[in-house]
């Protein structure tokens, strides 16, 4: 198995670009709010906080709890030195949702509560069982998109899961994010709708699989 040391980057990327950074306490803010202008517009989060004008504001606290507290907390935080966005994932056998955590984020969701329960436990029923690492959240802040950025920020954790042997999972929650990790390897397992929301598409990514 990879441990937290493990995962570490090279200098740079193959084309030359800087390698993502670890991300650390200072940097949460400012990625708060990266991650909260990432998923403005996302379908699953527009459903679980229909509220426009609340959403952004709502979108900057749960992700500083989830930086804080998953990504900083246990998992893996990668962001770049502009802090434009990060992607959270979780090592093999931590990807459940701490308690804490789910009390800290629960009330954001405000009369939709039970809505956000609703699929957080359709989501944990039907996630991966074996030995992976899981990406929780992947985003980059919109001025930032379509450089290649999201990608470069998962490759330390899709390069621990080629050395491990271990396969990568995650939930893409729009078209476009699904399409990104389609080119990195992952392949669609099976799309979960509840309560009439918009669709997750569970997916996974096979050790060594191309990218």
Known sequence: MTDETDIRPTATTQDGRPQPRRATPADVARLARAMAEAF???PVFSWLMPDDERRLARLRRFYAIELRHVGLGGGHAWTSDELAGASISAPPGAWHVPLRVVL???SLFGAYVARAARLLGAVERRHLREPHHYFAHIGVEPAAQGKGLGSRMMRPTLDACDRDG???YLEASSERSAALYERL???????LRVGGGPPLRLM????????
């Open 166 to 168: 271990l396969p990568a």
């Open 104 to 106: 800290l984020q629960g």
């Open 204 to 211: 996974i990514r096979y050790a060594g699989a191309p990218a």
């Open 40 to 42: 403005y517009d996302d």
């Open 185 to 191: 390897g992952f392949r669609l397992v099976r799309e």
